[in-house]
């Protein structure tokens, strides 16, 4: 470690979502902040005043007194920022989605492996308490349908829909299925901004399997769901709530005692569906994924939102994108 006690980690890109990295890191006693960077002077002196840490006046002097750090600028950004920091012995935590090229997340995973260094995405969904729910479950969908829908925020303007929101679902789909992707349809439109705003695409698995995506940047509604259908089995979850909720299709009666709710169907040959909301204790994803960040460096682990998955992430979704394109 660079100050020979506690891992230093410094946040680069102290907006919007830097303020919340910097607010979840410094709870975790298992490190320090080293520091922080931003372009924007006022912003990062804001920054620095608010969790009384230092402001770096220019990135190389915050990377050279930092065991890792967060990229939390414009993704136009991530590849530049995320590889001087490599190039300086850092573990690097980007901000989704990890670059705006195959090209270039293909050299920053080329580059971690080199220098022995970490690259977690910001897939934050994968830590949301709903879908670490799921992943206990036994899941074998044929039919997925995902809806993430946001009101219009300039921010995240600087690329297409399916890059800034879609790309949460595909990671999510992409970690449930165990099939190569088939057949991509995909349609979008640029309604307000210079990229693609709403989009909707439809892949087909080898295993059958058939996931329906819509996201959209010009909503009136914000929306996070998603929706699982499976032999006998239908569960929804809720990002926004951290809800998830099952339906089950079962030939005897269920306990009633672990059963919220029974509903027969038919005298004869009865079925029951049987309903159940787990309690699910409620945590913040962001902490948790900066957890997961900091676990992987220290027992040299390899994180659950890698820079692989990212960049499969990314180029399905440079697959969608190009498909609207045409
Ligand atoms: P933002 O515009 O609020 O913040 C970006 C910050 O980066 C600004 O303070 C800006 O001054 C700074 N910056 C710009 N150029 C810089 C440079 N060269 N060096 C240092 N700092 C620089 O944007 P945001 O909403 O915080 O988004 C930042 C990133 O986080 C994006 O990649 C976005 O996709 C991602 N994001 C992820 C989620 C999620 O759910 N995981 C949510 C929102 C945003």
Same mark, same amino acid.
């Given at each position: 470690?660079?100050?020979?006690?506690?891992?230093?980690?410094?946040?680069?890109?102290?907006?919007?979502?830097?303020?919340?990295?910097?607010?979840?890191?410094?709870?975790?006693?298992? =490190?320090?902040?080293?520091?922080?960077?931003?372009?924007?002077?006022?912003?990062?002196?804001?920054?620095?005043?608010?969790?009384?840490?230092?402001?770096?006046?220019? &990135?190389?002097?915050?990377?050279?007194?930092?065991?890792?750090?967060?990229?939390?600028?414009?993704?136009? +950004?991530?590849?530049?920022?995320?590889?001087?920091?490599?190039?300086?012995?850092?573990?690097?935590?980007?901000?989704?989605?990890?670059? !705006?090229?195959?090209?270039?997340?293909?050299? &920053?995973?080329?580059?971690?492996?080199?220098?022995?260094? =970490?690259?977690?995405?910001?897939?934050?969904?994968?830590?949301?308490?709903?879908?670490?729910? +799921?992943? $206990?479950?036994?899941?074998?969908?044929?039919?997925?349908?995902?809806? #993430?829908?946001?009101?219009?925020?300039?921010?995240?303007?600087?690329?297409?829909?399916? +890059?800034?929101?879609?790309?949460?679902? @595909? !990671?999510?789909?992409?970690? @449930?299925?165990?099939?190569? =992707?088939?057949?991509?349809?995909?349609?979008?439109?640029?309604?307000?901004?210079?990229?693609?705003?709403?989009?909707?695409? #439809? &892949?087909?698995?080898?295993?059958?399997?058939?996931?329906? @995506?819509?996201?959209?940047?010009?909503?009136?509604?914000? @929306? #996070?769901?998603?929706? +699982?259908?499976?032999?006998?089995?239908?569960?929804?979850? !809720?990002?926004? $709530?951290?809800?998830?909720?099952?339906?089950?299709?079962?030939?005897?009666?269920?306990?009633?005692?672990?059963?919220?709710?029974?509903? $027969?169907?038919?005298?004869?040959?009865?079925?029951?569906?049987?309903?159940?909301?787990?309690?699910?204790?409620?945590?913040?994803?962001?902490?948790?994924?900066? #957890?997961?960040? =900091?676990?992987?460096?220290?027992?040299?682990?390899?994180?659950?939102?890698?820079? !692989?998955?990212?960049?499969?992430? &990314?180029?399905?979704?440079?697959?969608?994108?190009?498909?609207?394109?045409?």
């Amino acid at each position: 470690m660079k100050n020979g006690t506690s891992l230093q980690i410094g946040v680069i890109g102290v907006g919007h979502l830097g303020n919340f990295h910097l607010r979840q890191l410094s709870k975790i006693s298992e =490190i320090s902040i080293s520091g922080i960077y931003d372009i924007n002077a006022s912003r990062a002196e804001e920054m620095s005043h608010n969790y009384n840490i230092p402001s770096f006046s220019n &990135l190389e002097s915050l990377l050279n007194v930092s065991d890792a750090v967060s990229v939390v600028t414009p993704t136009s +950004l991530h590849y530049k920022i995320a590889m001087e920091a490599l190039d300086t012995n850092c573990h690097v935590f980007i901000e989704k989605p990890i670059t !705006d090229s195959l090209s270039h997340a293909g050299t &920053l995973l080329k580059k971690a492996s080199k220098v022995k260094k =970490i690259i977690q995405v910001g897939h934050i969904e994968r830590f949301n308490p709903a879908f670490m729910e +799921l992943k $206990k479950m036994d899941i074998a969908p044929h039919f997925i349908e995902t809806h #993430r829908l946001a009101p219009f925020n300039p921010r995240g303007n600087d690329v297409p829909v399916i +890059l800034d929101l879609m790309i949460h679902d @595909l !990671d999510i789909i992409l970690s @449930l299925i165990d099939a190569e =992707i088939l057949d991509i349809r995909a349609n979008g439109v640029k309604v307000v901004s210079q990229t693609v705003d709403i989009a909707n695409a #439809r &892949l087909e698995f080898e295993n059958g399997c058939v996931a329906n @995506l819509t996201a959209s940047r010009i909503s009136q509604k914000e @929306l #996070r769901k998603m929706r +699982l259908f499976q032999e006998d089995n239908y569960i929804t979850i !809720d990002f926004q $709530k951290g809800i998830l909720e099952e339906y089950k299709v079962c030939q005897e009666e269920p306990n009633i005692v672990t059963a919220k709710e029974v509903i $027969k169907i038919g005298t004869e040959n009865k079925k029951y569906i049987l309903y159940n909301r787990p309690v699910i204790p409620k945590h913040d994803a962001l902490e948790e994924e900066l #957890r997961h960040f =900091i676990h992987s460096i220290y027992h040299a682990s390899r994180p659950e939102t890698d820079g !692989d998955s990212a960049t499969e992430a &990314l180029r399905i979704a440079l697959e969608i994108q190009s498909i609207i394109d045409q």
